[in-house]
């Protein structure tokens, strides 16, 4: 049996500023419609993984594909209107913008006004939260309705791989229910997704595989039954 | 009280230039944190193109085109060239190449037309003042209050209902985030720099219209005055760089008007010294907001 080419494969990833380096040569795969983990430690270097994916961060890789096509040279606009954008940490709305003029711009690479109207429309149906919220300020919402408001300007350039930076950051626990709820249904609709996050026992009951960086390496990976089975894991993360 | 409505025209008028000018500065700041002080030349630029579609005796409603048109191009063309390679450096150097291209252009102007003021002989029909009562409104003054107003509309309009204008307000935010929404960042910031021109073009156009000729260093003043209105309103903020524009046109009307004759030469250092007596009690300025420079 041989297995479809991953829709995101990366090996040799290097991450550095100036003298710090912050991610040392990763290898790592994504298939189409898996949800896979990246955990570690504050600092350990996932959010500047992510960030290299979609070029926000300083990159260098033996390989960076993304549907087989080589990314490593093209901007972020480049590869977001190509099928993968970020959900960043810390949730990086814009405070004086509304949330309508959020979907609006996330919609920015939809041609014409019906694909955006339909992408709207469904946004508005899976967060009606936001529905009712629409000519309000983002900057007036609540954390947990900021979070839901970047994942719908994400969404909105309908992408084919979604990566998400710490969606429970700072959230109620009710809140962060909801969100992983959501981007487990996402993942039933089709779509693929790399989740960092802090919570490694929720990250890994939702998703297929996990990778875990120390340091800026990847020191254990693994099936997340796996991984939740793994005395290190417990140790570290688990707290069990 | 007829003197001071008089002079509050009078403030409109000159604040109203200097609200363009500060605005064309805050627009750029907002979103690549560049001071851009070759602003000033874009300015001249618009009253250099005036005086030479003039003297080529170009129907009036073409030369102000052309009068805006060409800084609009100059500034666009002055990203591409200067600022985009730099872009996301310090905010030291950033400034330092500005300063370059302002003195590069200034210099271009000194050689390839004259050091010398070239006169923009402006239709007689403007010259006129029309008489409300006792206030003497001049017809230039009063283009010059109705341009702003449109132009300060135009821009509201523009900042609010159209993609691009959203994508500017987005970009002075978060600009990383604009281009993850896959937006063009170069689109973007050329937007910035062509509204920067245009904004510049215009008030160039108000200044030559009162003074009757352009020279090298024309742009100068007005723009160093136009970054303080900037600062006043807390560089970045668009509203803020409005409201300081008025306040300093205010001011140094005002100061003009009522300051003792032997004080007059000190009018520009009177107007700074309450400017820094503002900034000691809003050292953000009036309406500073945070920006966001990451790229
Ligand atoms: N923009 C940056 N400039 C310099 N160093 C950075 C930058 N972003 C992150 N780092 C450093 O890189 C390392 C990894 O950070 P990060 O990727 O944010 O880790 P994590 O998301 O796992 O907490 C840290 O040492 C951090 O200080
Ligand atoms: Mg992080």
């Known amino acids: 049996m041989t297995s479809p080419a991953p829709l995101l494969d990366v090996s040799g990833l290097t991450v550095s500023y100036g003298a710090v380096e912050a991610v040392r040569g990763i290898d790592l795969t994504v298939a189409k419609g898996e949800i896979v983990t990246l955990l570690g430690a504050n600092g350990a270097g996932k959010s500047s993984t992510l960030n290299a994916l979609v070029g926000l961060a300083p990159r260098r890789a033996r390989r960076l594909a993304f549907s087989g096509q080589d990314i490593a040279h093209l901007p972020t606009e480049m590869i977001v209107r190509g099928g993968m954008t970020l959900v960043p940490e810390g949730r990086r709305i814009f405070p004086t913008l509304t949330v309508a003029e959020h979907l609006l711009l996330g919609g920015a690479k939809h041609a014409g006004r019906g694909p955006l109207a339909e992408t709207r429309a469904e946004m508005l149906a899976l967060f009606p939260i936001l529905n009712e919220r629409l000519d309000q300020k983002a900057g007036s919402l609540s954390g947990g309705e900021q979070q839901m408001l970047s994942i719908a300007r994400a969404l909105m350039s309908s992408p084919d791989i979604l990566l998400l930076d710490e969606p429970s950051l700072g959230l109620a626990p009710q809140i962060v229910d909801r969100i992983f709820a959501l981007v487990s249904d996402l993942r039933s609709r089709g779509l693929t997704i790399l989740l960092v996050e802090q919570n490694v026992a929720l990250a890994l009951e939702i998703a297929d595989r996990g990778y875990v960086l120390v340091n800026g390496r990847i020191e254990i990976s693994g099936s997340a039954a796996d991984l939740m089975a793994s005395a290190e894991i417990r140790d570290a993360y688990l707290g069990a | ?295």
């Open chain 2, 1 to 295: 009280m007829d003197i001071f409505l008089q002079q509050l025209l009078n403030a409109l008028s000159l604040g109203g230039t200097y609200a363009l000018l500060a605005l064309g500065l805050a627009v750029v700041f907002s979103i690549i944190g560049l001071i851009n002080f070759a602003h000033g030349e874009l300015m001249t630029t618009a009253g250099y193109v005036m005086a030479f579609a003039l003297a080529a005796a170009l129907p009036f409603p073409l030369a102000i085109i052309l009068a805006v048109a060409a800084p609009v191009l100059l500034a666009v063309v002055m990203e591409r060239v200067a600022f985009r390679p730099v872009r996301g450096a310090s905010g030291t150097t950033l400034l330092l190449t500005s300063f370059a291209v302002s003195a590069i252009l200034r210099v271009l102007f000194q050689n390839f037309i004259s050091a010398r003021p070239v006169p923009v002989p402006m239709p007689a029909a403007l010259s006129g003042v029309i008489n409300i009562g006792p206030l003497h409104l001049g017809i230039i003054q009063s283009i010059s209050i109705a341009t702003t107003a449109l132009m300060l509309a135009g821009l509201t309009l523009f900042l609010n209902r159209t993609v691009a204008g959203r994508a500017m307000r987005a970009a002075a935010e978060d600009f990383a985030i604009v281009r993850l929404m896959g937006l063009r960042a170069n689109g973007v910031v050329a937007t910035a720099f062509a509204i920067s021109g245009l904004l510049a073009g215009v008030a160039g156009l108000l200044w030559v219209a009162q003074r009757g000729s352009v020279d090298p260093l024309m742009g100068f003043l007005p723009v160093l005055k136009a970054f303080i209105a900037a600062i006043i309103g807390g560089l970045g903020s668009l509203t803020g760089a409005v409201a300081g524009g008025f306040l300093l046109g205010f001011i140094e009307v005002m100061l003009q008007a009522w300051l003792p004759e032997a004080w007059l030469p000190y009018r520009d250092a009177v107007a700074i010294m309450l400017v820094i007596a503002v900034l000691l009690f809003r050292p953000q300025g009036l309406l500073a907001r945070k920006t966001v420079l990451k790229l």
